[in-house]
């Protein structure tokens, strides 16, 4: 019998992002330029970690527990407690860092196979206790919260020992995983079969791919690769009502399709025990660009015309001049090989202008074909090649974002993302109504925005958010910004969540999104799976009015 | 005030598919061939139409119809119960060459707005009568047979007049279209604006955009375009608990995909009152050739190599061996320039082979690229290019299959399509299992199939059944056949369909696709929706077992 295991190398650290060893503090010059923008902060967070609140495990749910999985897989330590309290979202690295005491699952459970997982969800549901399924841990929406909901107790079901490539199948390119494999792993395994998920989200080295199912993940390589849901081929949930198990022949069509019910479900309707996937085979060439435009709508327009004609990079990600401007005083030389770069750019009239990073990835003449076509289309609206210098400087920091912001954070920064998608029709509106919506609560705010995913009708827009922390109320600081953002999505026609989820902090967007009648049927399959409400009490599915 | 509107260019044919003038008749060589494989035949159908039963339609039910919609809009002939009373599938054919007496609508009514149906589903609720929503009618499954379920009264909720393009984003390249446009007429509309949808189904000159979505249908060039619910990207649904508005920004990660549920409803869960497409511009060129591959194996081979390097046609159909050999032998020539085509063939080894179609739309400089990259995938196999004659010939005849069937149904014969996919992996089994089954219950029949549509991880495989028809029992001579087909599906993993959807004929295989789960999701979904269950009673969804 293996040891509990309560600690992996993917494992987030107990109040922040991964290895600490990875973060490299800010620069001075970084220091200075945000001093500059956004004026002095004083911080005052406490390091964290806080008090939990006691465990509150009745006796007879964990002995039920652990008829269910074993005793070693059951875990009331508050180590083991504190690494499912939260997830990574701005509000829950305020509550990791603060006094506490902080609300966490009153035990973590650890089941091996799907079957131990309905053993799992059957006691919950005999002895009447609260679940929420665990990951990678890496929502930054409040998807992983404990909230006991109206039970007496709340438990952590979490994935990570089911852990398997259960089954290749390398002529149709599909692999079939346990839902807690982490990124990093799946690529390992694939890679012994010369195969690739190519699904890269910023929390790829910890998120793992049954959250990726449930979340509807994005990734940074998805306007060619696809986004998650468009990866799966089949999923199994293990649900309280029994097993769903969907994904027949190639593609169908046998009614609605129930595998987009399972999909993005967030742990609310059932647990995701298996998903087999799209792959495919490792590419033998990746290249990444850095492309200049010298406007934002000339870089939007490139990036739609590129997508419409099907001659779009893998990665494409076009900063607005804000987060071009930020990301290049953050950088020091902004990459451009120093004051040259910078000259040249200034000379062509590309001051101010956005930067772009451009990646293809296939064999040498395939991506070679369809680099040239890229930037043919690109080059229609002035883009200006700035070389793979800068792409590759974005591909070696492709996964740090979340270890800057913990350096923002105990600089006395506010930092946060929201993210979400518009057609290219409305992608300005929605651009500039969120920009306004923030800046309208947060007057000194830098708001930075990129598209990021492309898509023939329009494009995603990731928004991050820096200000002077309010040390008094640093809550709801970013609670009335996020708000306003909220509001402007709606009211363009945007939607609230491109592929962050909905969790807790969504949740109530959704009658906006799917209409009070879409939540009635989400309430309805939520009855048939889960009859007694014991999945992800609070995510998801806006309560019913009082 | 318009006159109402009973039949349109576009309407099929009472008892058989579009304008009889496009009948050909068998030529005498396909007749020889036909009598030499199938045997003789003594046809015995009559011509129809038969007698309906009469119309039940209760005068309070009659009264509440024409004040939502007008009395101009409420139709009790005989002529327009008729065109409503059946789909177009062999035992539809079957049923509607008949004596008769033939069930149908106790009444046709027309609504011409959302809001109208609103009012429809309002006053069916109200007085008890069940609805089927009815577009082209060429399902063929039996999607619009007009069952009243345990209503004593069923009216059909025809959506023609509901034909407007309410919109077109030439930025976002997406259209909306209200749901009762036929297939010619959106492409019409779509030409003003240099614009087109690129759906091509075989019934595309009858049936309608909200049946593309109510079914998830698939065209002839889906594996370029797109099936239909991968090009809707906006839908509303009214519903008798409400509308239901779906698809917001371009694409989401707000829960489960909602927008799933409404593809595919089959007018079980609500009326497509409105459907928001990707649309493409018109292609300067389309080049569709023939290719021959020595076996079928290899020609699967090319075809899955193809689109898993992303350089499959935008149209690519591969025949077997006995779907090759039957439709040269129908033919006549074959299309291969006569007698020294077909020695070159034999000459090389091909005869036996495979013929496969395929196309490339787009840029003269584009198609060019693409279809030296198709067939430097497809020469890896063996594949012998036989040129445009063949492809041309494919295109001119593309929408003319339902003639033939006509042709064969005078002539004494069944004939019956039936259709699935599979992942690559199961392709070869599927095939053979169906085979199998269609054989041992039709021994001396021609089973034909082809591969019509690709994935990255899988095909279509849509079989064609020709045999000498049994005038005792014709009805059971299929039945058995299909059910034997059905069986074969489910035990080698293969979906119940593809893109004929399920209506009466696959709703007892549900259970078998999605799961007696699935099935209860779907229940409450249709409760929630259609509380009284009003619509289409009796399809898709598996009744409650007794």
Same mark, same amino acid.
């Given at each position: ?22 973060? $490299? ?22 390091? &964290? ?20 999985? &074993? ?20 509000? /829950? ?9 902080? /609300? ?5 459970? *650890? ?19 609260? #679940? ?20 007496? =107790?709340?438990?952590?079901? /979490? ?17 079939? @995983? ?8 799946? %690529? ?10 190519? +699904? @890269? ?22 306007? &060619?690769?696809?986004? @998650? ?6 999923? %199994? ?5 029994? =097993?769903?198990? *969907? ?45 200049? @435009? ?44 120093? !004051? ?36 043919? #289309?690109?080059?229609? +609206?002035?883009?200006?090649?700035? &070389? ?11 996964? /740090?974002?979340?270890?800057? !912001? ?12 929201? %993210?979400?998608?518009? $057609? ?5 509106? $929605? ?39 309010? %040390? ?33 902090? +969504? ?24 009859? $007694? ?14």
């Amino acid at each position: 019998m293996p040891a509990p295991l309560t600690t992996l190398p993917a494992d987030l650290s107990p109040t922040g992002w991964g290895d600490p060893a990875r973060r $490299t503090g800010l620069p001075p010059h970084a220091t200075g330029f945000l001093r500059e923008e956004l004026g002095a902060t004083v911080p005052t967070l406490p390091a &964290g970690p806080p008090a939990l609140t006691p465990s509150a495990l009745p006796d007879e749910v964990a002995a039920a527990l652990r008829d269910a999985v &074993g005793d070693e897989h059951v875990l009331v330590d508050d180590d083991a407690r504190l690494l499912r309290a939260a997830g990574r979202s701005y509000l /829950d690295l305020l509550r990791l860092r603060s006094s506490g005491p902080l /609300d966490a699952p009153d035990a973590v459970v *650890l089941p091996g196979s799907a079957p131990e997982v309905a053993a799992v969800l059957r006691a919950c549901i005999d002895t009447g206790v609260a #679940v929420v399924p665990f990951g990678g841990g890496t929502s930054v929406v409040g998807g992983v919260s404990p909230l006991p909901g109206r039970f007496p =107790a709340v438990v952590s079901l /979490d994935l990570r020992r089911m852990d398997r490539l259960v089954r290749v199948d390398e002529h149709a390119l599909t692999a079939t @995983f346990e839902p807690g494999v982490r990124g990093p792993e799946a %690529e390992r395994l694939l890679a012994a079969y010369g195969l690739t998920l190519g +699904h @890269f989200p910023q929390s790829y080295e910890h998120a793992s791919l049954g959250g990726y199912a449930a979340t509807r993940s994005a990734g940074q390589a998805s306007t &060619g690769y696809g986004r @998650f849901d468009e990866l799966v081929v089949g999923i %199994e949930l293990q649900t309280p009502a029994g =097993a769903l198990g *969907l994904g027949r022949g190639a593609a169908t069509a046998a009614g609605p399709d129930l595998m987009a019910l399972a999909l993005g479900s967030e742990g609310v309707l059932g647990v995701v025990t298996s998903v087999t996937v799209k792959v495919r085979r490792v590419p033998a060439v990746k290249r990444y660009e850095g492309v200049f @435009f010298r406007t934002w709508q000339e870089g939007c327009a490139a990036l739609r015309e590129m997508e419409q004609e099907r001659v779009a990079p893998d990665v494409a990600r076009l900063s607005d001049p804000d987060e071009t401007r930020s990301h290049l005083a953050l950088a020091g030389t902004g990459g451009l090989k120093g !004051r040259v770069g910078r000259l040249v750019l200034r000379a062509r009239g590309y001051r101010g202008g956005c930067l772009a990073v451009f990646g293809w990835e296939g064999t040498e003449s395939g991506v070679a074909a369809r680099r040239k076509a890229s930037l043919s #289309v690109a080059s229609r +609206h002035g883009a200006f090649v700035v &070389g793979t210098s800068v792409g590759d400087r974005w591909e070696h920091g492709r996964y /740090d974002g979340p270890y800057l !912001r913990e350096d923002l954070l105990d600089a006395g920064y506010l930092v946060e993302t929201l %993210e979400t998608s518009a $057609t290219w029709s409305r992608l300005d509106a $929605t651009h500039e109504a969120v920009r306004r919506a923030l800046q309208s609560e947060l007057p000194r705010a830098i708001v930075m925005c990129h598209v990021s995913h492309l898509y023939a009708h329009g494009g995603s827009l990731y928004f991050t958010v820096l200000a002077a922390r309010d %040390e008094d109320d640093p809550v709801g600081q970013w609670q009335r910004a996020k708000d306003a953002a909220c509001a402007a999505l709606v009211a363009t026609g945007a939607t609230i969540t491109h592929h962050h989820a909905v969790g807790t902090d +969504h949740r109530d967007w959704m009658t906006a999104e799917v209409g009070p009648l879409g939540v009635e049927v989400l309430r309805a399959v939520k009855a048939t799976l889960d009859p $007694t409400g014991i999945l992800n009490p609070g995510k998801l599915i806006p309560d019913l009015e009082p």
